[in-house]
Structures are given as structure tokens and as C-alpha cells.
């Protein structure tokens, strides 16, 4: 046991069960949600350390419980996706999931994110250690010992990812990367997405961040280029 807890929903019998399987195998505690009800009533009853979460569920469908448990929790959350279902990755991203999935996966492929999704929260969370803790960019600031972004001392409600890019955008003031270097830097080179991902991102956090989402004074746009952070 690693004392990390998952919750796995999934209407798939054969493929919750082999996900199990495969997780237990691996050391982790693993909890399973036949629908979508049952998935979201466990989800918000109990701390998971990560939430694999299938899209085309009976009752309450993905889409809905990605939403739900983000309204409270920050907890990652991969959503699994069948490959007809592409287009829906905007919206699942648009509610805050961190990390996509495509059936038919292998294990290997499973297990790689899952561990990289959980030991980004907890490199997130132990990251303070004899580095700076505080770092004060403007009216924004991050706090690595809460794992907390503040602007004017009020604390953003932020996913990992989110947390992650402003963190790393700040860190760097005034320097501009291209979508395609912030995937890499951000998500990781074992994440498959696609830019547009870096683009929805951009957008969430901009309604949490900007006075007016619209007229960014913060997270800036480079034409053509790609996004930098500014003081404003
Ligand atoms: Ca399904």
C-alpha cells in the first residue's frame, strides 16, 4: 500500500475491473463507482488522491460530476474518454479536468499518469522546502506553504493545472512562451493534449484572475506567439 487513495468511475465492469486490478497491484488504495450518481456521492463523501472519471456515464454523465466536484475540491481528475468522443475534451478541460485519457489505454499508459498526476499535487505541496515560500508578483500572490495563489490576499480557487501555469507564468515574468513550450513545461511531456488545451486554461484562469477577462492586465496575449505574465 502507498496510502493513496483512488476513485475510479466507470460503468464498464470489465474495464473498472482491470483498472482495479492494475491500481491495487501498484500499491493503491482503489474505491469504484458504477454511475455517475454513485461516483459524485463518493467523490464529494470522502478524500481521494485522484479521480480517474469516465464521460459517458449513466444518470449524472462525467461532464456533470467534473463540474460538481470542482465546486469544492482540487483533487486531479483524468477523464477517460472513448475516441469518437474528441470534441468533448474542450468541455471536460472547460470544468477543470487535469489529464485526458483515450480508450482503448494500456496499463503502462495508466499507471504513467496517475503517478504523474499525483506526484504533481504532492510536488506542489512539499515544494516550499528551502526554496522560497512566498513570492509576491504585484497584487498577486503565490504561497507555497499553503499551496495558495492570492490576489489582494484573497485566495484564487484553482485546479492543479491552473495553479501550475500561473505559477510557472509569474515565476518567469515578462517572458513569453508559445503554447507548445508551455504543454511541455506545464502538463509534462507524458501529456497528449493538444494546445488548445493551453488555450482553455488560459481562458479559466483568466476569469479567476483578471478584473475583466476580457481586457487581461495579467495573463497576456503575445500575437502569434503565445502568453506571458505582466504586473499590471
Ligand atoms: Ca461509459
Known amino acids: ?13 470489465s474495464i473498472s475491473d482491470i483498472v482495479k486490478f492494475n491500481l ?8 469504484t463507482a458504477y454511475d455517475g450518481e454513485e461516483g459524485l456521492k463518493k467523490a464529494l463523501g470522502a478524500d481521494f488522491d485522484l479521480i480517474l472519471l469516465d464521460i459517458m456515464l449513466p444518470h449524472v454523465d462525467g ?7 470542482r465546486e469544492t475540491s482540487n483533487v486531479p481528475i483524468i477523464m477517460v474518454t472513448a475516441k469518437e468522443e474528441e470534441v468533448d475534451k474542450v468541455l471536460g478541460l472547460e470544468l477543470g479536468a ?3 485519457l483515450t480508450k482503448p489505454f494500456g496499463m503502462r499508459e495508466l499507471i504513467a499518469r496517475v503517478k504523474a498526476n499525483i506526484r504533481r499535487t504532492e510536488f506542489l505541496s512539499d515544494s516550499g522546502d528551502g526554496g522560497t515560500k512566498v513570492s509576491n508578483y504585484g497584487n498577486i ?6 499551496y495558495e495563489i492570492r490576489k489582494n490576499d484573497k485566495p484564487l480557487e484553482l485546479t492543479l493545472r491552473e495553479f501550475e501555469l500561473l505559477k510557472y507564468l509569474a515565476e518567469q515574468e515578462n517572458q513569453v512562451f508559445s503554447r507548445e513550450q508551455l504543454l511541455e513545461e506545464v502538463w509534462g511531456y507524458e501529456y497528449y493534449g493538444d494546445i488548445r ?3 482553455v486554461t488560459i481562458r479559466r484562469l483568466r476569469e479567476k484572475v483578471e478584473d475583466d477577462p476580457s481586457e ?3 495573463i497576456r496575449t503575445k500575437r502569434g506567439i503565445g502568453y506571458y505574465f505582466r504586473r499590471p
Do not use: A, S, W
Open 197 to 199: 488545451t493551453v488555450d
Open 1 to 13: 500500500m502507498n496510502g493513496k487513495r483512488i476513485l475510479i468511475i466507470e460503468d464498464e465492469v
Open 63 to 69: 461532464f456533470q460530476v467534473c463540474r460538481k466536484v
Open 98 to 100: 487535469d489529464d485526458y
Open 24 to 31: 491495487v497491484k501498484e500499491g493503491y488504495e482503489v474505491e
Open 141 to 146: 500572490t503565490i504561497d507555497m506553504t499553503k
Open 216 to 218: 487581461p492586465k495579467y
